[in-house]
Structures are given as C-alpha cells and as structure tokens.
C-alpha cells in the first residue's frame, strides 16, 4: 500500500539559511500533519492543514510556515535556521473525521 | 492539558517471552483515541495499535494486545512471543475526538534478548 513520501529525506543547511520540506500524504487523504522530534525526543506537534486550510497549531515557530495545496500535499519552510532546529521532521496524513494518522519516513534536518 | 506518562525509560525481554509497557493518560474529555506507536532504529514511526475509548473491548492486532483501563486512565500494551524485529522505541500517544494533533509520552526503549 502506499505510504506517506517525504522529501528530501536528509538536508544539510547552515545557521541563518532556509529550508523546505516536502510532504505527499497517502493516496485520499486529506489532512497534513507536521511533527518535529528533537535527539532523544518523542515527537512534538507543530501543524495541520484539511482542506488546504490550518486546521490546528502547535508549538511551530514564527520562522516557520506551511501549506496545504489542492493536490493536498504540504510544504514546511523554515527561515533563519538555528542550530536547535536539528532535528527529524515527521509528516502524517489522515482521512478527515478518521483518528489514526500514519506517518512518513521523516526528514533528517543537520543545522550547521 | 492533556499529558501522556510513560514510566519506564527502557525495558528488556528475553525472546520469545512476554513484555508488558506502561502508560497513563490524564484526561478531562470523554471521546477520546489511544494509540501506541513503534519507532526502531530506523527511526519510521510504525502504528502498533489504536483504542476507541468508548469501547470496552481491549484492542488486539496479532501479538500485541492492550490493557485499556479507563476509569484509571491506563492503557499498557503487551506483547507476547517476543521477536528481535521488535526491539524499538514504543511511544504511547494519546488524541482527542475532533482534535488534530497527536500527544505523545516520552516513550519506552525496548530491547530484545536472543
């Protein structure tokens, strides 16, 4: 069965440059999830987009912004990078009004 | 706010035993979702198995079982016949009805003995 894709799956960048991180949900699926998971971390929610719409926030910094488009894939950008942003950015999908999210392989982000 | 509690940083299991991982939950709302998640070295975080909580029933997916307590608001997860495939971090996640975002524990490393 078809899983989530992210991509790229490793990204280098140094402090204060930005980043985009791709996100192509399963195959129906309508909601966009976004996770981050410091070292030794469990995962913390950031961000969620139905319908291209934000549907819910977490504890994502001013830096950072997403979007849903109408393919409903979702992009994350982060500007002004810091060295604690270093970290495995998850990407989940899920059909609207159904409770399991199922994630993707993630992105590996070294800020340098 | 709602906070998912696991109290076991690491656990051991000798192969082909039984292993049981703790969580609890700390909730005012009644619809509610349970999930325990897996993450091995890999680092993919892998859907083990997900509770209603309005049902009374314990979830069951092949070896893995749970124990759904909810008026103590515990939800441990066994795993029976342990395989070295199942050597991971277990992350106990908690989500409320028509909420987006998952909650996650600080989860439980579980190692596997041949």
């Known amino acids: 069965a078809a899983g989530v894709i992210q991509s790229p799956r490793h990204l280098i960048k140094e402090k204060r440059e930005t980043a985009t991180l791709k996100c192509y949900p399963i195959?129906?699926?309508?909601?966009v999830y976004w996770y981050q998971q410091g070292p030794g971390q469990d995962p913390q929610f950031l961000i969620s987009f139905y319908e291209k719409m934000q549907s819910d926030k977490g504890s994502i910094p001013d830096r950072f912004s997403a979007q849903q488009f109408s393919d409903y894939h979702s992009e994350l950008n982060m500007s002004s990078l810091e060295l604690g942003d270093s970290a495995l950015y998850f990407c989940?999908?899920?059909?609207?009004?159904?409770?399991?999210?199922?994630f993707g392989p993630g992105t590996r982000l070294l800020v340098l | 706010a709602q906070t998912v509690t696991q109290s076991q940083p690491e656990m051991s299991v000798q192969e082909a035993e039984t292993v049981t991982l703790s969580c609890t939950y700390d909730t005012s709302e009644s619809d509610y979702y349970l999930f325990w998640y897996k993450q091995p070295p890999s680092r993919q975080m892998i859907l083990v198995i997900r509770?209603?909580?309005?049902?009374?029933q314990n979830a069951t997916e092949n070896r893995f079982s749970v124990n759904f307590q909810k008026a103590a608001k515990s939800f441990s997860l066994k795993i029976s016949d342990s395989q070295l495939g199942d050597a991971a971090m277990y992350f106990c996640?908690?989500?409320?009805?028509?909420?987006?975002?998952?909650?996650f524990g600080t989860g439980t490393r579980l190692t596997i003995i041949p």
């Open positions: 989940a999908s899920s059909l609207r009004g159904r409770e399991t999210q199922y």
């Open positions: 195959p129906r699926h309508d909601t």
């Open positions: 996640a908690y989500r409320v009805g028509g909420n987006e975002k998952l909650t």
């Open positions: 509770q209603e909580a309005y049902k009374q």
